[in-house]
């Protein structure tokens, strides 16, 4: 039963430790810098234990660190590693924290760098949808309200509109960023530690903005970091979900508004004509997975009182592999918006001749007679198959088919971008590893 006890409560644990792996390292080299500043450590002891802890971080870069059987966590295996090779010295890396404050600071510096990633893919994103709505800005498709055939609307107006969704995401993503960037390390288990520890140090080390300085609250941040982040992940794969959606449907026969890349779709083993919108279905499904992922956090954390308790362990499962499952869809989302072709001739079709209505009830109006009245003409002219729409039309107001907007949308959403602080991130990782 000893076994299945260790099984139990170790879980996968060790599988999801290899993901915090280099993290470990780099906040291990942070602390014991830190440490031979207070005389804890001589200066000939940190030079042999960071020599080593570079080694063990370019194996962990190249994929090949493990965790041995028997080892309990990465914590234990770094520390293992080092023992072996400097005996005593590896002894002393522990001093003055928890494997509570050790996997906080891992965490964080692992959501940091994936946050980091997950901006550049959403960016990226962006300026293809950007680029299509101004390619695509003067071919026009129907608009649509409960499903139904509503208003006209334009090809630049559908591709700006979600480049202008993911400006909105991208603000989550910066809180979520700056939640992240404050440094739980010095905390211990949870109430600090006798050692004269030098927190702002270790904070500067590893390019954190600022410190999580109550060290209750250091701990109390264990899963609140993570439900926070994933509402941010939530929101961008929100936005992914419904261009997936759209472009499925729209990219049906009886649409037939876009084409997706063959290399995107799939056909049918028996029926020789369809071409499945694969890639799409796939990245509606992750995302609407990525969507309940605040919610599975939520319900880890949410009945737990002050100080660590080892539910905490199970966010982990579902947390680290979201952010590569969300950077695929980003990836896919991008390559597809890249290549798809719209059609230029939907109004052709007399089904869509209606939707002008709207336009012929405004221009009524504008010429003097009261609205109400215009509504009740064109209406009327419609039931009786009198309608003969004016396709040419001309909305000049911000947002609007005629005027996009999409320079100011591109400035909001480089004014975001230019709140992370990735350069400084960059320095102080580059100098801690240095």
Not at 185 to 194: F, I, Q
Not at 248 to 273: K, R, Y
Request: aromatic residues 8%; charged residues 25%; hydrophobic residues 40%.
């Amino acid at each position: 039963m000893t076994d299945e006890i260790e099984r139990f409560t170790v879980g996968r644990d060790r599988e999801m430790d290899l993901y915090l792996a280099p993290y470990d390292v780099l906040g291990s080299m942070a602390h014991i810098t830190m440490l031979e500043s207070i005389g804890l450590l001589s200066k000939s002891e940190l030079d042999q234990l960071l020599v080593e802890l570079k080694t063990i971080y370019d194996t962990c870069v190249r994929g090949e660190f493990k965790i041995e059987d028997g080892v309990e966590d990465v914590h234990s295996q770094v520390e293992l590693m080092l023992t072996r090779r400097l005996g005593d010295v590896g002894k002393k890396i522990h001093s003055g924290r928890s494997r509570n404050d050790q996997v906080l600071v891992d965490l964080k510096l692992f959501i940091r760098q994936q946050l980091r990633e997950i901006v550049e893919l959403t960016d990226t994103l962006f300026r293809h949808l950007i680029k299509r709505s101004e390619e695509c800005k003067d071919i026009l498709m129907p608009g649509y309200t409960h499903l139904q055939v509503a208003m006209p609307s334009s090809f630049g107006l559908w591709f700006g509109a979600y480049a202008e969704s993911l400006v909105d995401d991208m603000q989550y993503l910066l809180a979520a960023w700056r939640i992240t960037n404050r440094n739980p390390l010095g905390s211990a288990a949870g109430y600090g530690s006798s050692f004269p520890l030098n927190r702002q140090m270790t904070t500067d080390l590893l390019g954190f903005d600022s410190m999580d300085y109550n060290v209750v609250y250091a701990q109390m941040g264990r899963g609140k970091t993570e439900r926070n982040v994933a509402f941010s992940l939530a929101s961008v794969a929100g936005t992914l979900a419904k261009l997936a959606f759209d472009a499925c449907m729209f990219s049906s026969q009886n649409f037939a508004f876009v084409h997706l890349p063959d290399n995107c779709t799939t056909g049918s083993s028996i029926m020789p004509h369809k071409k499945n919108p694969d890639v799409f279905e796939l990245t509606r499904a992750k995302c609407n997975k990525l969507q309940a992922l605040p919610q599975t956090v939520m319900m880890i954390m949410n009945n737990l009182p002050s100080g660590y308790f080892r539910d905490l362990q199970i966010i982990k499962e579902t947390f680290l592999p979201a952010f590569d499952e969300l950077k695929d869809c980003l990836r896919m989302a991008s390559y597809i918006i890249e290549r798809m072709d719209v059609n230029p001739d939907i109004l052709s079709n007399p089904i869509y001749d209606n939707m002008f209505s709207v336009e012929e009830v405004n221009r009524l109006a504008a010429a003097g007679m009261p609205f109400r009245d215009a509504y009740r003409k064109v209406g009327l002219d419609i039931e009786a198959h009198q309608f003969t729409p004016d396709k040419n039309i001309h909305h000049t107001h911000e947002g609007s088919i005629g005027n996009l907007c999409n320079d100011r949308i591109a400035l909001l959403m480089d004014n975001i971008l230019g709140q992370f602080n990735f350069s400084k991130v960059d320095n102080a990782i580059q100098t801690l590893r240095k």
